[in-house]
């Protein structure tokens, strides 16, 4: 434990963007996430690894409250962004997701068209004053999830017409169009083909530069490749957390190290 505190320090000598601390999840009586503390760096890539059923997607839903959208559902603990406490009674649910913004597994765009997929945050939220602002914000959009040009002729086409690869970059160009500051994904390749993950898994290590990215992998290869810091959770806790390079290569916990080469999960 004491080895986890101390490269969770060395991570938090960077900006801390969100902070959680003693964050225990329930789900009626299974105890799904038990006494985690992280500190999640600004302008980063954290990924969140571990076996099926550790807890990743769990945790990471507590980052932006979708976890309150489940009944049974209990958190407990402390969890601030930039210091404000986001289970406060007086933070409005939908208001913290437009900051900390979430892309899921499966491509989920509305039955609606390209345009008005991105512009949905932006129009619920009135973010711009006028039509040419709205569009600009699409246009960003769009641009920063690496779609624009593949769309740009099309933006009244339905969303849903779209190839898998193409659907995940415009849910990524409308978590974005509220301007977040930190984007959740939970296993955002696992229905891409080889092609496409390449092109998310490029684009994430390009959101870095604006945004604090958490992903969600089954893939280590993955954690690997786009993340700077990782967590190892296991059976509900955080077993280790520290340097991506480092937990890959110098294990400090016995359960990471049997992860890592295949041996658990
Ligand atoms: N909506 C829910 N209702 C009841 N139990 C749940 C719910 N969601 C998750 N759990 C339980 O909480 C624990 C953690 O699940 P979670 O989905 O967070 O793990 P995970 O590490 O993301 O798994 P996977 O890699 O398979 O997606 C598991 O025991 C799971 O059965």
């Known amino acids: 434990m004491n080895v986890m505190r101390e490269s969770a320090a060395d991570i938090a000598a960077a900006s801390v963007k969100i902070a959680a601390r003693g964050v225990q999840v329930f789900y009626g009586d299974t105890h799904a996430i038990k006494d985690v ?3 999640i760096a ?3 890539v954290t990924a969140f690894i571990g076996p099926s059923g550790c807890g990743k997607s769990t945790f990471l839903r507590c980052l932006n409250r979708m976890n309150d959208t489940i009944d049974i559902c209990r958190v407990e603990g402390r969890i601030t962004l930039d210091g404000e406490d986001i289970y406060d009674r007086r933070v409005d649910p939908v208001q913290l997701r437009a900051k900390v913004g979430m ?7 509305f039955p609606k068209s390209i345009y008005d997929n991105v512009a949905y945050g932006p129009r619920i939220h009135g973010l711009t004053r006028n039509r040419a602002e709205l569009d600009e914000v699409v246009e960003q959009s769009l641009r920063r999830a690496a779609l624009w040009n593949e769309v740009k002729d099309r933006l009244q086409a339905p969303g849903t017409g779209l190839s898998g690869g193409q659907q995940q970059r415009l849910c990524i160009a409308r978590a974005i169009a509220t301007s977040p500051e930190v984007l959740l994904m939970d296993e955002p390749c696992s229905a891409l083909d080889p092609i496409a993950t390449a092109q998310v898994e490029e684009l994430i290590d390009e959101l870095r530069a604006n945004f604090s990215v958490v992903i969600v992998t089954h893939s280590m290869q993955q954690a690997a490749r786009v993340s700077q810091n990782t967590a190892f959770f ?3 806790n955080l077993v280790e957390y520290g340097q991506t390079a480092q937990i890959f290569t110098t294990p400090r916990d016995p359960r990471t190290e049997s992860y890592i080469s295949g041996r658990i999960g």
């Open 234 to 236: 296991h059976l509900g």
């Open 42 to 44: 600004d302008r980063t």
């Open 37 to 39: 503390d992280v500190d």
């Open 103 to 109: 892309v899921f597994q499966k491509p989920n765009p």
